[in-house]
T-cell receptor, first 112, second 111 residues
Framework: KAGVTQTPRYLIKTRGQQVTLSCSPI?????VSWYQQTPGQGLQFLFE???????NKGNFPGRFSGRQFSNSRSEMNVSTLELGDSALYLC???????????FGPGTRLTVT | SQQGEEDPQALSIQEGENATMNCSYK?????LQWYRQNSGRGLVHLIL?????REKHSGRLRVTLDTSKKSSSLLITASRAADTASYFC???????????FGAGTRLFVKA
């Protein structure tokens, strides 16, 4: 099976812009989770989707949003980018949202 | 604040030695997992231990879980240079669909 893919792998944006990141889960996996990783805050949970429904979310401002499509592919959007949004954004999939998660390589976002 | 806290933050050992990392968490959990991350890449799942288990083995890995102390440890035996990576514990607070990662332990294995 193909692994989790994330696009783009690298992205440079300017403050105030918005960005959309994409994640394609492993075939058959219905749960997709998103994480933000920074040197200062570590790995932080953003949200989890299952069958197009957000089941849980972390403590991030409303500028961070996501969605999941019927084929389980997921996107996350960050509006009005701030310098502090520079991070590695990781997506992970699993069959049902429990137990082992399979991570993609991440999208490295730099906000200037 | 994060659910999991790990210590040490960094660990440097010689090849062939054992490496032990510890993780503490705050709420009840259904399971605890350990992941490895190589240099800013995606995480790789290592092992999962359920809340009703006390110890689990997988190859050179041994994980223990003490739910009364809300802590876990990961032991890597006979370390290799290829084990150099960051190791994270992850929990599902109150058994929900939310995975919380600890701050991680950076392991450096010298050849």
């Amino acid at each position: 099976k193909a692994g989790v893919t994330q696009t783009p792998r690298y992205l440079i944006k300017t403050r105030g812009q918005q960005v959309t990141l994409s994640c394609s889960p492993i075939s058959g996996h219905r749960s997709v989770s998103w994480y933000q990783q920074t040197p200062g805050q570590g790995l932080q949970f953003l949200f989890e989707y299952f069958s197009e429904t957000q089941r849980n979310k972390g403590n991030f401002p409303g500028r961070f949003s996501g969605r999941q499509f019927s084929n389980s592919r997921s996107e996350m959007n960050v509006s009005t980018l701030e310098l502090g949004d520079s991070a590695l954004y990781l997506c992970a999939s699993s069959p049902d949202g429990r137990y082992e998660q399979y991570f993609g390589p991440g999208t490295r976002l730099t906000v200037t | 604040s994060q659910q999991g806290e790990e210590d040490p933050q960094a660990l440097s050992i010689q090849e062939g030695e054992n490496a032990t990392m510890n993780c503490s968490y705050k709420t009840s959990i259904n399971n605890l997992q350990w992941y490895r991350q190589n240099s800013g890449r995606g995480l790789v799942h290592l092992i999962l231990i359920r809340s009703n288990e006390r110890e689990k083995h997988s190859g050179r890995l041994r994980v223990t879980l003490d739910t009364s102390k809300k802590s876990s440890s990961l032991l890597i035996t006979a370390s290799r240079a290829a084990d150099t990576a960051s190791y994270f514990c992850a929990t599902d607070p109150n058994g929900g669909f939310k995975t919380i990662f600890g701050a991680g332990t950076r392991l450096f294995v010298k050849a």
